[in-house]
C-alpha cells in the first residue's frame, strides 16, 4: 500500500500566529511531495514541490516567506503558514510520490483544515 | 503550458446507471500521463485509473474505464453499474513524464441518486 498522512486534520488559530502542517508518507520513502490548496467546490491549486535535502519549488503568485517549507526526510515535510491571516482560511493537502520501477504514483493525505480568526 | 478542463461542473445519475465524464487537455508533448482521482465528501483524494499516453488499449479497473483518444486530446471516464459510493467531486489530471507535477482540471460533481 501507500499511506500519507497530515497532521493536524484541522487547526484554527488566531490571527498573526503561525501554523505548521505535517505530511508523512507512512509506508515508502518520498524524494518529492507536494503541497496543494483547496477552497470549497474548486480544484485543487499547486502551491509548491518540496523535494527532500533542498529548497522547495514554488509555484507564481506563492509567497515563499509565507509558506515555509521544509523536507528534511523521505518520509516528511511540512508547510509552515507563518503569520497567519483570515484569508490564509483553506483546505491544504500534501501528496508524496511513491517511485517504483516502471511508474511514478501520486498518493495524497487527507487534508487539513485551517481557519483563521 | 499543459491545461485540463472538465466542460461539466455536475452531473446527476441513478444508480446502477452508466455514467461518462468528459475531460479534454492540450499539450504540445507526447509522453505524459493521465489520471482521474475521486474526492469524496470525506475530501481524501483518491485514484480512480490512471493512462500512460504512448499505450492505445484504453485502461479500467473493474467498473471504471476510460476512453483515450490522443489525437483529440479527449480523455473521459466511464463509469459503469454506477453506486452510491461513487458519489464524489471527479479531477482529470495531467503529468509529463518524468515531471511528477500535476495539473488538475476544474472537476466534476457526480451524484448517485437512489
Known amino acids: 500500500g501507500a499511506v500519507v498522512s497530515q497532521h493536524p486534520s484541522w487547526v484554527i488559530c488566531k490571527s498573526g500566529t503561525s501554523v505548521k502542517i505535517e505530511c508523512r508518507s507512512l509506508?515508502?520513502?518520498?524524494?518529492?511531495m507536494f503541497w496543494y490548496r483547496q477552497f470549497p467546490k474548486q480544484s485543487l491549486m499547486l502551491m509548491a514541490t518540496?523535494?527532500?535535502?533542498?529548497?522547495?519549488?514554488?509555484e507564481q503568485g506563492v509567497e515563499k516567506d509565507k509558506f515555509l517549507i521544509n523536507h528534511a526526510s523521505l518520509t516528511l515535510s511540512t508547510l509552515t503558514v507563518t503569520s497567519a491571516h483570515p484569508e490564509d482560511s483553506s483546505f491544504y493537502i500534501c501528496?508524496?510520490?511513491?517511485?517504483?520501477?516502471?511508474?511514478?504514483?501520486?498518493?495524497f493525505g487527507p487534508g487539513t483544515r485551517l481557519t483563521v480568526l | 503550458a499543459q491545461t485540463v478542463t472538465q466542460s461539466q461542473p455536475e452531473m446527476s445519475v441513478q444508480e446502477a446507471e452508466t455514467v461518462t465524464l468528459s475531460c479534454t487537455y492540450d499539450?504540445?508533448?507526447?509522453?505524459?500521463?493521465l489520471f482521474w482521482y475521486k474526492q469524496p465528501p470525506s475530501r481524501q483524494m483518491i485514484l480512480v485509473i490512471r493512462?500512460?499516453?504512448?499505450?492505445?488499449q484504453n485502461a479500467t479497473e473493474n467498473r471504471f474505464s476510460v476512453n483515450f483518444q490522443k489525437a483529440a486530446k479527449s480523455f473521459s471516464l466511464k463509469i459503469s453499474d454506477s453506486q452510491l459510493g461513487d458519489t464524489a467531486m471527479y479531477f482529470c489530471?495531467?503529468?509529463?513524464?518524468?515531471?511528477?507535477?500535476?495539473?488538475f482540471g476544474q472537476g466534476t460533481r457526480l451524484t448517485i441518486n437512489p
Open positions: 501528496s508524496a510520490t511513491k517511485r517504483t520501477v516502471d511508474r511514478d504514483t501520486q498518493y
Open positions: 509506508d515508502f520513502q518520498a524524494t518529492t
Open positions: 518540496s523535494n527532500e535535502g533542498s529548497k522547495a519549488t514554488y
Open positions: 499539450t504540445s508533448e507526447s509522453n505524459y500521463y
Open positions: 493512462q500512460e499516453a504512448y499505450k492505445q
Open positions: 489530471a495531467f503529468t509529463l513524464q518524468g515531471a511528477q507535477k500535476l495539473v
